[in-house]
């Protein structure tokens, strides 16, 4: 191929890429639909000028994407925290696998005909999710830290804990229908507990020894290299032994999420996390047959719907079982509903076996396929779902004592207003604390905190938590306008009320004190003193030279700090 019709290959990607992603974002559905159906465009099944064929190939690489992003999400979660997820990831995760394949499995057997093995095979195929996609789709939305968010990644991680037992299970079905085995199972724990333990060393002393050397002497390119080493090694090791490559490259990264040198690690693998991941995804588009899709949407029609269906529905019920909210529940159903990319190799392994036909074969990989596309439309379903179920819930602001007087009702129970409401308890100052979330009412509740569901906007909500009878009210959002509103409502209407309202900016404090609003304050500026006093103080400036500078800061309401921002404003 000439270097120029190379070039007018990468220049024909890079625009289908540039044109679906931004339009599928503009749309609503994310950036990862995008990357998918860019790849279909690209991609040889269809026509076109871009004859890319190395699919397999290019899905190859493109997987250290998904590693990549995996080791991340590693650097963000100590040990001491998976561990306290423990009950998520191997009751609920296990327990979804379990259920979500036996209710696949009897969907076969029973409507279709298969054989119980080949189904058990499938049902347990269909029961993984794509942690590339769903991974991708929390971040893309900055729903990772939330609890249907932690929950969905505590799954996954079961699933892909998963893969050795079911791929060992290949070989029995196969030997039930005449086919041969394989290595013995208790040989392939052996071999997989001794790499975890490999992992254990290289990240526990041997990595950060050689990162903080590297580091120590300023050679950052040897720094990049010696880590990207130690990734894929942790990623091919494990996937050698038949796990997960991504649960390697997460292990990994849990390990390396106390040294000092984190924030550097995720620097140095981020760009290339990103731009591979979008290749992972285009490398997905290219693998999608339009005209097979096409030429069987009727039985698509069905099946697709049925798997998206029937996995939503378990993972709901499992999740509602395991005292997870019911929004949350809701969101994790719809998140988790499509099929993984693990089933491509299993349903290659299962044609090897004899288990499967080869039309069998192509037909489910043609569920897997939709199903994967489907799932911006199932995340913006079960968003819309859930959203309705917190708007119709009931109003528990009504169960508030009636009898509560003198109090301090919170509003907003984000962690400003969960600390504030920590603070009062260890002052034992009762307090209510109002919020608009479904699903953080019903955590809080579970934890035994006085949190109420409702819109303060409401007059009934006002009354129902006491705002005239109590001493005072703390407005906490992260949206600032709304934060704004409600404090100038609240002080309109409850004027002998003292109203404190965390704030973005100085701007945002004066106009809220200039209508009488005097305990508005911007939520970062007092902070800031504070850490700067510290770091001060840690270089070497004595106690009362720090306490005059940050005296001096604060004097007469920040007016140096303003004199500052307005001097930076006009330079």
Same mark, same amino acid.
């Given at each position: 191929?000439?270097?120029?019709?190379?070039?007018?290959?990468?220049?024909?990607?890079?625009?289908?890429?540039?044109?679906?992603?931004?339009?599928?974002?503009?749309?609503?559905?994310?950036?990862?639909?995008?990357?998918?159906?860019?790849?279909?465009?690209?991609?040889?099944?269809?026509?076109?000028?871009?004859?890319?064929?190395?699919?397999?190939?290019?899905?190859?690489?493109?997987?250290?994407?998904?590693?990549?992003?995996?080791?991340?999400?590693?650097?963000?979660?100590?040990?001491?925290?998976?561990?306290?997820?423990? /009950?998520?990831? +191997?009751?609920?995760?296990? $327990? @979804?696998?379990?259920?979500?394949?036996?209710?696949? *499995? #009897?969907?076969? &057997? =029973?409507?279709?005909?298969?054989?119980?093995?080949?189904?058990?095979?499938?049902?347990?195929?269909?029961?993984?999710?794509?942690?590339?996609?769903?991974?991708?789709?929390?971040?893309?939305?900055?729903?990772?830290?939330?609890?249907?968010? /932690?929950?969905? +990644?505590?799954?996954?991680? $079961? @699933?892909?804990?998963?893969?050795?037992?079911?791929? *060992? #299970?290949?070989? &029995? =079905?196969?030997?039930?229908?005449?086919?041969?085995?394989?290595?013995?199972?208790?040989?392939?724990?052996?071999?997989?507990?001794?790499?975890?333990?490999?992992?254990?060393?290289?990240?526990?002393?041997?990595?950060?020894?050689?990162?903080?050397?590297?580091?120590?002497?300023?050679?950052?390119?040897?720094?990049?290299?010696?880590?990207?080493?130690?990734?894929?090694?942790?990623?091919?090791?494990?996937?050698?032994?038949?796990?997960?490559?991504?649960?390697?490259?997460?292990?990994?990264?849990?390990?390396?999420?106390?040294?000092?040198?984190?924030?550097?690690?995720?620097?140095?693998?981020?760009?290339?996390?990103?731009?591979?991941?979008?290749?992972?995804?285009?490398?997905?588009?290219?693998?999608?047959?339009?005209?097979?899709?096409?030429?069987?949407?009727?039985?698509?029609?069905?099946?697709?719907?049925?798997?998206?269906?029937?996995?939503?529905?378990?993972?709901?019920?499992?999740?509602?079982?395991?005292?997870?909210?019911?929004?949350?529940?809701?969101?994790?159903?719809?998140?988790?509903?499509?099929?993984?990319?693990?089933?491509?190799?299993?349903?290659?392994?299962?044609?090897?076996?004899?288990?499967?036909?080869?039309?069998?074969?192509?037909?489910?990989?043609?569920?897997?396929?939709?199903?994967?596309?489907?799932?911006?439309?199932?995340?913006?379903?079960?968003?819309?779902?859930?959203?309705?179920?917190?708007?119709?819930?009931?109003?528990?602001?009504?169960?508030?004592?009636?009898?509560?007087?003198?109090?301090?009702?919170?509003?907003?129970?984000?962690?400003?207003?969960?600390?504030?409401?920590?603070?009062?308890?260890?002052?034992?100052?009762?307090?209510?604390?109002?919020?608009?979330?479904?699903?953080?009412?019903?955590?809080?509740?579970?934890?035994?905190?006085?949190?109420?569901?409702?819109?303060?906007?409401?007059?009934?909500?006002?009354?129902?938590?006491?705002?005239?009878?109590?001493?005072?009210?703390?407005?906490?959002?992260?949206?600032?306008?709304?934060?704004?509103?409600?404090?100038?409502?609240?002080?309109?209407?409850?004027?002998?009320?003292?109203?404190?309202?965390?704030?973005?900016?100085?701007?945002?404090?004066?106009?809220?004190?200039?209508?009488?609003?005097?305990?508005?304050?911007?939520?970062?500026?007092?902070?800031?003193?504070?850490?700067?006093?510290?770091?001060?103080?840690?270089?070497?400036?004595?106690?009362?030279?720090?306490?005059?500078?940050?005296?001096?800061?604060?004097?007469?309401?920040?007016?140096?700090?303003?004199?500052?921002?307005?001097?930076?404003?006009?330079?």
């Amino acid at each position: 191929m000439e270097l120029s019709s190379i070039l007018l290959a990468i220049v024909i990607i890079l625009a289908a890429t540039a044109f679906c992603v931004a339009l599928f974002d503009r749309l609503g559905f994310g950036s990862i639909l995008g990357f998918i159906v860019a790849g279909v465009l690209i991609g040889p099944h269809t026509p076109g000028p871009v004859p890319v064929h190395a699919v397999e190939e290019l899905q190859s690489i493109a997987q250290l994407g998904v590693v990549l992003f995996m080791f991340t999400v590693g650097l963000e979660l100590r040990p001491q925290k998976v561990w306290a997820m423990r /009950r998520l990831i +191997f009751g609920l995760g296990s $327990a @979804q696998m379990l259920v979500t394949a036996a209710a696949l *499995a #009897l969907y076969m &057997v =029973l409507l279709l005909g298969a054989p119980w093995e080949a189904a058990t095979l499938i049902g347990l195929a269909f029961a993984m999710s794509s942690t590339a996609i769903v991974m991708g789709t929390l971040a893309e939305r900055g729903e990772l830290a939330s609890e249907h968010g /932690r929950t969905t +990644f505590a799954i996954l991680m $079961a @699933q892909d804990m998963w893969v050795v037992p079911v791929m *060992a #299970l290949v070989p &029995v =079905l196969a030997h039930t229908t005449g086919a041969g085995g394989s290595t013995p199972l208790w040989q392939t724990l052996l071999l997989v507990l001794g790499v975890i333990g490999g992992i254990l060393i290289v990240g526990r002393w041997l990595l950060p020894a050689a990162l903080g050397y590297f580091a120590g002497q300023r050679q950052m390119d040897a720094f990049g290299v010696v880590l990207f080493l130690a990734v894929i090694l942790a990623a091919w090791a494990v996937d050698k032994v038949g796990i997960s490559m991504t649960l390697g490259a997460f292990l990994l990264g849990m390990l390396l999420s106390a040294s000092d040198l984190r924030y550097q690690i995720e620097a140095s693998v981020t760009p290339f996390k990103q731009s591979l991941m979008g290749l992972f995804f285009i490398a997905v588009g290219m693998s999608i047959d339009v005209g097979a899709i096409l030429r069987d949407w009727d039985v698509l029609l069905v099946h697709v719907p049925a798997v998206l269906v029937l996995k939503a529905l378990v993972l709901i019920g499992l999740a509602l079982a395991f005292g997870i909210g019911r929004a949350a529940a809701i969101r994790i159903g719809f998140y988790l509903s499509q099929v993984g990319e693990f089933a491509f190799v299993l349903l290659g392994a299962a044609v090897v076996a004899g288990l499967i036909s080869n039309d069998g074969h192509t037909l489910a990989m043609l569920v897997v396929a939709v199903s994967m596309i489907a799932t911006p439309l199932m995340v913006k379903a079960g968003a819309a779902l859930a959203g309705r179920l917190a708007g119709a819930a009931r109003d528990t602001a009504s169960d508030v004592p009636a009898d509560l007087e003198r109090h301090v009702v919170i509003i907003g129970y984000d962690e400003v207003g969960q600390l504030i409401a920590l603070m009062l308890e260890h002052a034992n100052i009762p307090y209510v604390a109002v919020e608009r979330d479904l699903a953080i009412v019903e955590r809080a509740k579970r934890a035994g905190r006085q949190v109420y569901l409702g819109n303060m906007y409401s007059p009934a909500t006002q009354a129902a938590a006491g705002v005239g009878k109590a001493t005072a009210v703390y407005v906490t959002s992260h949206d600032n306008q709304a934060a704004k509103a409600l404090a100038v409502t609240l002080h309109q209407l409850y004027p002998q009320l003292d109203v404190y309202v965390r704030l973005r900016t100085l701007q945002d404090q004066d106009e809220l004190v200039g209508k009488g609003i005097k305990h508005a304050a911007t939520s970062y500026i007092e902070s800031t003193l504070s850490r700067g006093g510290d770091m001060l103080k840690n270089l070497g400036v004595p106690e009362p030279e720090v306490d005059d500078v940050v005296g001096t800061l604060r004097k007469d309401n920040y007016s140096s700090v303003r004199a500052a921002y307005v001097d930076a404003a006009s330079s």
